[in-house]
Every structure is written in structure tokens, then in C-alpha cells.
């Protein structure tokens, strides 16, 4: 069970991170290009914040079942870096940017001009991927390392 969501929410940060991309690519060009929010830009925005959504939940799933996590307390935090980042700094950054993506989404929706879209769902986007990028652990990250594929 564990295995099995921790391999999942690994394969997954590069799902999310490639939905993201798309979407400020999307948006960028769109908004360079004034071009018309499509009915495909929406389904970029959508289907982005979803996965998102995906990999929230199997987050809070991992946290539940994480033997790294079972026994950490905050009082012995200090003695527990990894645990720490795990348990406080990674869950609370990436719940943060996926709150900020989603509110990017909603609002970009709710925009009366294509162009209000674009720019909404670019800037929103790319304060999410700026803190999901932070807070991914990634092999040469400061705070907690693990690998870029686990199969
Ligand atoms: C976009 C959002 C997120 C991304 C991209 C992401 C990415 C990652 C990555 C790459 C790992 C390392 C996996 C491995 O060891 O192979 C990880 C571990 C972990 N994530 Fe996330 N994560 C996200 C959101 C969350 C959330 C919201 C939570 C909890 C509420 C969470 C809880 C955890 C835990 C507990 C671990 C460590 C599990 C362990 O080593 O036992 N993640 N995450």
C-alpha cells in the first residue's frame, strides 16, 4: 500500500509538472499572440487543476501511511530533518500551491476577455510551479533528497 502511493505520487509530480507547463505555455502564447482562449486552453486549465487535485490526495494518503511520518513529533523535530521537511515544510508549500493554482483556475475562468484569462492563468501558474519546484525534493534539493523515477 505504501510502495504503491509513494510510487504513484513520485510518477505523478511529473504529470502535474507537465500540466503546468502547458498551461503558461499556453497562456504566454496566447497572450503574446493575442490570441482566442480556446475551447482546448480551457480543457489545459481544467485538466491541470485536477491532476493537481490527484496528487494532493495521494499526498495526504502518503502522509497517513508513511512509516518516515508514523512516529515523528514535532518536539523532536530537530533530530528528524527529513522527517521534518516531509511532515511539515513539503505538505503545507505544496497545499499552498495547489490552493494558488486553483484559485488561478477559478479565476481565470470568471474573466470577461480572453486576454484577462491568459494573464490570470500565467501569473497564478507560475506562482504555483514557483513554490511546487521549491518544495519537490528533488536529488540536489538543500532539504530532503529522493529520486527523479521510482519504479
Ligand atoms: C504538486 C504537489 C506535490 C508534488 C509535486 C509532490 C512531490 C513529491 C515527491 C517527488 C516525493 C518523493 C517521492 C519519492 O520518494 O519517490 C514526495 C514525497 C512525499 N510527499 Fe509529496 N508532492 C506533492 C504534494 C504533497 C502533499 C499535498 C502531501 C501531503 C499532504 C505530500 C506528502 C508527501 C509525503 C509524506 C512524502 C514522503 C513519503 C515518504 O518518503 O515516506 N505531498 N512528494
Known amino acids: 500500500m505504501y510502495l504503491t502511493i509513494l510510487t504513484l505520487h513520485s510518477f505523478f509530480r511529473w504529470v ?3 500540466g503546468i507547463l502547458t498551461g503558461i505555455f499556453r497562456a504566454s502564447r496566447g497572450l503574446l499572440g493575442r490570441l482566442p ?3 482546448l ?3 489545459i486549465r481544467h ?3 485536477t491532476l493537481a487535485h490527484v496528487q494532493l490526495i495521494l499526498g495526504y494518503g502518503l502522509y497517513l501511511v508513511s512509516p518516515l511520518l508514523a512516529s515523528f513529533h514535532l518536539r523532536d523535530a ?3 530533518p527529513t522527517a521534518l521537511f516531509f511532515g511539515v515544510q513539503h ?3 505544496m497545499t499552498i500551491a495547489i490552493t ?3 484559485i488561478g483556475s477559478a479565476l481565470a475562468k470568471r474573466q470577461a ?3 484577462a484569462k491568459f494573464r490570470t492563468m500565467a501569473g497564478w501558474f507560475a506562482l504555483a510551479l514557483l513554490i511546487i519546484l521549491v518544495a519537490i525534493p528533488w536529488p540536489f534539493s538543500p532539504f530532503a533528497q529522493r529520486p527523479l523515477i521510482r519504479l
Open 37 to 39: 482562449f480556446t475551447p
Open 78 to 80: 530537530e533530530h528528524e
Open 100 to 102: 494558488v493554482l486553483t
Open 47 to 49: 485538466t491541470t487543476a
Open 41 to 43: 486552453d480551457n480543457t
Open 113 to 115: 476577455t480572453d486576454q
Open 16 to 18: 502535474v509538472l507537465l
Open 91 to 93: 505538505v503545507a508549500l
